[in-house]
């Protein structure tokens, strides 16, 4: 698949049609997450990664998130394409078919892998797995006796306890207790794969999601500020409104901006600095975004039934996940400290121009 | 000037107070939450406190009251909240409606609904909003029309907190013809509920949970007794309510059970991040309350307060959103309102609450018009 307009236009037809605020909803109160459109991103190729270019590809996956994220569609594209998908690619395993999801993306997480004669046992629990109820198959990074090592595990060998985001998503808990696997499930963590490098690609994911999202919630904000009438006019005519409206899409438009040069620069020396500053950007965006576009929309915004929220829900999960802004600002801080005396503009200007 | 004997006094039921929220929270009969003077709706908790004589404080002992002084009824709201109660079942009958028929009421209002709200056993909504009508609040369609010995009424109200709970809804009407005298035509009606000519349609909030309403109000007849007031007197009992109803200590401390526990949890070991976040929010909170203080009294003391309330309701409101903003950073990631983790459970309050602080009881923008004007701006 190439960088072309064709996918995205095809692509925002489908959404527009599938994924419209009511679809999201019910498909939260069901089973947490869209199965059904899932099937339609599969239909257009979308849900394998070897439909996307290797080497440029990763530019069409973003564009991809960024209008899931517009549109809110609960499915596992970063988790099963641009993590899952990628390990076994990279891992060499054979591709696997369906959701493939990767427990836990956390470098906190605790399974561990010990060798039992030929076999393996596998023990442990990763709490808040996105979208784990729905793989059709498990990789499970536990730390081994020789370092991490990649299980591919039956789902229904684990028991998995559901739990979702404030945003209503699945966020589940996957227990393993001493399961045994023949040695040929797993295999060391390839070379070139760290876990940090995962953890990097979620957030990379996430953000050009968070820029959907964000996009949306100004669109949604600019749409009533033109409809909802005041003394007399609509609340858009209020400097007060338009100002706020204006710090609102410049925080979209950064955050933009940021996740499509973190995009560009994939490969590159910079490559984690600028994901890291994505998702950092992302992140505060997200909560002056949130803050200003309920205010706007007065109680109209606070309520289920308006679809503000399913955008705002969205943007105060995401923030939090495959690391916070925060955690992205330490790293950036590092990396950029690393630079040494006067490196910090280099870096910057470096990563534009490959 | 403080009185040294009401400061004694306020000292012992600070501490009557806090005793008796700790044996409450010791005890699991109430957990304590963000907002939860907002979405805490307990009538239980609500009656426990009437029993103990925390409700009405300073209403006149006739109507159920105890006669005690607003410094007194501040004390007992601001502990409730700091400790996260539940008082949504009377929060606002005890701030604004049962001072306001008080004020303006007929004798046989006083007797049932001021009454009822003192015994903790009478829930009364609030119908203000419309679908058109928000922060300009004079353009109310709702009309009562005269009938024999009465008022027939129709529109809509919208937002309405806990219509569905309530006995009574006191809803602002157009009684007035002229469309050029926007704030003279106003009357506020008390309906008793249920009716079954009111209808009310449950709006569920983002959460999921189901706080407020919208209240249709087809031909419902009440009589001239039902009148609150003045015909064509409302606008200015509403307004006499704002200041009081703005500067509380609601306006600052709906967040205020993450700061606590967050503060709580931190030590000196705590990373130097952290102490600073806790100390910068704790600096606004002090200040904040110490400006609430001022204006209640100044209120008590007769003086208007206008801007200065306003002032709090803004920067309060902000301070809000601002706790779990700031605070986010130094708990355990992805916040969830399911979490076995106190923090993250008041940390997720605290954040899907948020769109409410800014907005209740008049938007921010709204207030800062009012500051402006105080300013001399316009
Ligand atoms: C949790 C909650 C509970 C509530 N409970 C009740 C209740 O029990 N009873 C009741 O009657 N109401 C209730 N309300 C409604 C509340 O009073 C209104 O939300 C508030 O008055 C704002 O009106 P609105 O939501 O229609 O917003 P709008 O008035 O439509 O305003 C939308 C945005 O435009 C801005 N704006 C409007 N006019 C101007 C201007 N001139 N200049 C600059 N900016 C402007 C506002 O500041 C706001 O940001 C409740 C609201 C909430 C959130």
Redesign the pocket.
Known sequence: MSSDTMLVDTLARLLEAKSRPADVQAAEQEDGWHATLWRELDALGLADIDNFDPEHGLVDQLAVLQLLGRHAASVPFVESVMIGQWLCRQAGLDAMPGIVIVVPLDPSGGVSAAKAGDAWQLAGTAAKVPFARAGNRLLILASGPDGPVVASVDPSDCSLARSANMAGEPRDTVRLDGLRLPASSVCPLPDGVTVAALWERGALGRAAMMAGALQRALELSLQYAKD?K??GRP?GA?Q??QQNLAILAAEVTATRAMVDLAGRVQGGRHQRAAVASAKARAGRAAGIAARIAH??????G?TGEYPLQLFTRRLWSWRDEFGSDRDWARVLGALAAAEGPGGLWPMITAAGDR | MTDPEIDRRCRVLREEVRDFLREEIRSGAITPQCDAW?TGFDPAFTRRLARRGWMGMTWPKAYGGHERSQLERFVVIEELLAAGAPTAAHHTNDRQVGPMILRCGTEQQKQTVVAGIARGECVV?????EPDT???LASVRTRASRIDGGWRISGS?I???YAHHAQYLIALCRTGESREQRHVGLTQFIIRLPDPRVRIRPIKLLTGGH??NQVFLDDVEVSDDDVLGEVGGAWAQISAELALERSGPERFLSTFPLLSHVAGAAGASSGEEMLCAIGELTSQLWSLRSMSMDVARMLEAGRSTNAEAAMVKDLGTRFEGDVPERLRAFIAAQPTAASADPAQVLLAQAILQSP?YT????????LR?IVARDLGLR
């Open positions: 909802r005041q003394f609340i209020f007060a409104v205010q706007i929309h007065g109680a109209m606070f | 907002l909504a609030i119908g203000l909003s928000g922060s300009d109200k937002w309405t907190s706080h407020f409410g907005l209740r009881g008049g938007a921010n923008e709204i018009g």
